[in-house]
């Protein structure tokens, strides 16, 4: 047995000890040349040197081994050698076998001996962290140098709690300085590789608890990870979560997740993971329910660390993208493709919050209803913030693109689809302002509410052909769910308008429906919209003519009648060619009715006209309207005191007239001439002309013209005016004798 100076705590047995040295007396010197130990079936080699110096004794002292097992070598390790390691072997190592194992030790006087140790491991069961499972079928190298240990992983695997083996080779423990007395730092450099749950599962035990702080399972991916980190945590009984430090990188490949964005799976064949004590991130390019996507998630940790997290990243812009966040946007509103960046924060038990934004470059954005697009080609500006619940709602939307500007909110159906877009601000290009409302239809359509505003149809783009595309339109055949409206003005000319507009069409092969309004803030009117070549084209009906005509400031002093009156898209944009019939209207104190018939004398009429009003039981015009002006190109009227044929130009503006007609006194009678003359002429006739304002028109009339048949009538009438800047034609001018009602020529 031996036990030098009570080294081991039982004594060692040794099958056979040989020993061959050399005694050298003064100085005194012992040099052992080799000491064979045979202990437990193991040889060890021994040999060194004590010799007296000038600082007392100095010895060198090597051992070798080829091969030793644990329990060999924590029974050989004396008390007192290198104690922490020593503990530290005997507390976390459980099984091993030791191969070339190497040790020395040096000392001179009373100075701590310096000692040094290193061996090859094999089938280790080893404990290097003490809230982490035990390495199993370690293999590596073991260094004690001095007060630095270090023990490396070549081979060794980590069982995780859920997820399978964890690969530890190439892993590394260290303490850098052994000699520390309380809380000796221990690092552990970890090179590791596995399942995405068994690493998130390792990184879910306490005190880091990672996944249970973020309120998130352990199988949150599927995948395999290969991760690089070190850990640098006091060697003490007691770790507050506060005192590890940690720093970690690496790769993810084959993820998949259907928890970390509820509702959708998220995939990628790469991804970055990088994190530390305070944040864990993952960052790479993959796809969202199919969504091609790049993503960068990151998750605050620690003990006063926030439960949320966050993505960030770019997405693509597309229908598919579109019908499957169920965003809500009627089918066929997005075609193309473009990016958009986003933000998604998620907070446990809350559903996802979305902030999303893009220029709309590659994007095809189409509103049918109002032949609205935008091009690929342009750019644009999409603000949105949703909830990602089930239904999705869109919180915030706002939209910039040339010719449209839009802000509002959407709710979609849980089923998918949508439910309501409420847009508060809307402009379309430079006809249409005010708060739209789109109502989802169970066949995929919208319901177009437009619930206040203004609207220009000069100006809006509506195609009247089916299938046809005008201005920046799509056509109007796409499919489209009814338009119900409710405008506070809606524009037919520069001098025409309807206000308190209200009405309902469609837009099946252009628009349709009907509506009523007050025109010009006046007069009550109805009215059909049909599509036509070029527009619109609108029947508008009232029961009071005399108050339709007073409001278009067209004759300000007609009374009662039905008005119908028929507008149809002319040529020229913005114009029209109408058709009207208006039955029992009366005039009354007219100046340029009462300067006509002073013209001819017809005293009777005059007084009539003053009273009660002159009587027209039928009143027919065909015209063109313009912004700023009435072209009449053929009318009559007639009653049973007399009839009236007129064309020529009303200035819409100006208030001015240019026309030229016959007026036929005594018409019940005279119209027995009917069959030879135009419609309102009888038999006979008197030609006359109006110019100037009408309120104080200046009158000519052709007596001549009264004694010639109607089929001869012509030669009298002259050519018709026409529109401001045109040059007039006349046939002849009208005769010199004749004077006016203001005391100039007739």
């Not at 199993?136 to 240990?149: D, E, I, K």
């Not at 081979?155 to 007395?181: K, L, N, Y």
């Not at 309807?498 to 099946?508: A, D, H, I, W």
């Not at 007399?642 to 007609?661: P, V």
């Amino acid at each position: 047995t031996l036990n030098p100076r009570g080294l081991y705590s039982q004594p060692q047995v040794f099958a056979g000890v040989t020993v061959d040295f050399r005694l050298q007396p003064n100085p005194f010197r012992f040099q052992l040349g080799e000491m064979l130990v045979e202990h437990e079936g193991r040889q060890i080699r021994l040999n060194g040197k004590f010799e007296t110096g000038p600082e007392g004794w100095e010895y060198a002292l090597d051992a070798r081994s080829d091969h030793l097992d644990l329990a060999q070598v924590k029974s050989l390790w004396p008390t007192g050698a290198a104690e922490k390691p020593r503990q530290w072997v005997l507390q976390n190592v459980f099984q091993a076998q030791a191969q070339d194992v190497n040790f020395a030790l040096r000392g001179k006087g009373r100075a701590k001996p310096f000692y040094a140790l290193d061996a090859n491991f094999t089938n280790a069961e080893v404990k290097f962290q003490k809230h982490m499972p035990r390495v199993t079928g370690g293999a590596g190298h073991f260094s004690l140098y001095n007060t630095r240990m270090v023990v490396v992983a070549a081979a060794g695997t980590v069982t995780a709690d859920e997820g399978g083996a964890v690969q530890v080779a190439g892993t590394s423990f260290i303490i850098p300085d052994t000699s520390v007395r309380d809380g000796a730092p221990g690092i552990a450099r970890v090179v590791a590789e596995g399942s995405v749950t068994a690493g998130l599962s390792l990184l879910n035990r306490p005190p880091l608890s990672i996944l249970d702080k973020a309120h998130l399972p352990v199988d949150l991916a599927q995948g395999r990870v290969h991760v690089v980190g070190t850990l640098a945590l006091p060697l003490k009984p007691q770790v507050a979560p506060e005192d590890i430090k940690y720093h970690y990188r690496g790769t993810v490949s084959e993820v998949r997740s259907a928890t970390l964005v509820p509702n959708h799976v998220v995939a990628a064949p790469v991804l970055a993971l990088r994190g530390d004590q305070g944040r864990v991130a993952l960052s790479g390019a993959g796809s969202l329910s199919g969504i091609p996507v790049t993503a960068n998630w990151s998750q605050a940790v620690g003990r006063q660390a926030s439960p949320a997290s966050r993505v960030t990243g770019e997405i693509e812009i597309s229908p598919k993208a579109i019908d499957t966040l169920q965003i809500g946007l009627p089918k066929g509103t997005v075609a193309g493709q473009g990016q958009g960046s986003y933000q998604l924060d998620i907070v446990p038990e809350q559903p996802p919050q979305l902030q999303f934004t893009s220029d709309l470059a590659g994007v095809d954005l189409r509103i049918p209803q109002i032949s609205w697009r935008k091009p690929p080609a342009s750019r644009g500006q999409l603000d949105m913030d949703v909830t990602l619940a089930t239904p999705v709602k869109v919180d915030r939307l706002r939209l910039q693109a040339p010719g449209l500007q839009a802000e509002g909110w959407v709710t979609t159906k849980e089923s998918g689809g949508l439910q309501q877009a409420h847009l508060s601000a809307v402009s379309v290009g430079n006809w249409m302002q005010g708060a739209v409302n789109f109502i989802g239809l169970r066949n995929g359509l919208a319901e177009i509410q437009v619930t206040s505003g203004t609207l220009d149809l000069q100006k809006a783009p509506f195609s009247g052909e089916s299938g046809s595309s005008t201005g920046n339109g799509s056509g109007g055949s796409a499919p489209s769910g009814p338009i119900t409206m409710q405008l506070e003005r809606l524009r037919v000319t520069e001098s025409i308008a309807l206000t308190g507009f209200e009405g309902r069409f469609s837009t099946q092969g252009g628009l349709n429906g009907q509506f009523t309004g007050n025109l010009n803030g006046a007069t009550l009117v109805s009215g059909v919209v049909v599509p036509k070549p070029g527009g619109i084209a609108t029947r508008i009906r009232a029961d009071d003519a005399g108050g339709v005509f007073k409001a278009a400031g067209i004759l300000r002093h007609g009374e009662g009648g039905s008005f119908d009156m028929t507008l149809i898209p002319a040529k020229e944009p913005g114009e029209y060619d109408g058709e009207i019939q208006i039955k029992n209207t009366r005039i009354k104190n007219a100046p340029s009715m009462a300067a006509l018939l002073n013209a001819i004398s017809v005293i009777g009429l005059v007084d009539e006209l003053s009273g009660g009003g002159i009587l027209f039981t039928g009143v027919e015009a065909k015209f063109r309207l313009g912004s700023t002006h009435l072209t009449l190109h053929e009318s009559s009227a007639v009653g049973p005191s007399m009839g009236l044929s007129m064309d020529g130009i009303y200035e819409l503006d100006s208030g001015t007239l240019n026309m030229r007609g016959v007026i036929s006194p005594i018409y019940i009678i005279n119209a027995i001439g009917r069959v030879v003359s135009r419609k309102g002429e009888g038999l006979f006739g008197f030609a006359f002309r109006l110019r100037g304002s009408a309120d104080d028109p200046k009158v000519s009339v052709n007596p001549l013209s009264a004694l010639a048949p109607g089929m001869f009538r012509e030669i009298f009438r002259g050519k018709a005016p026409t529109v401001p800047g045109a040059p007039e034609e006349e046939t002849q001018p009208p005769p010199a004798h004749l004077h006016s009602n203001t005391g100039g020529e007739r």
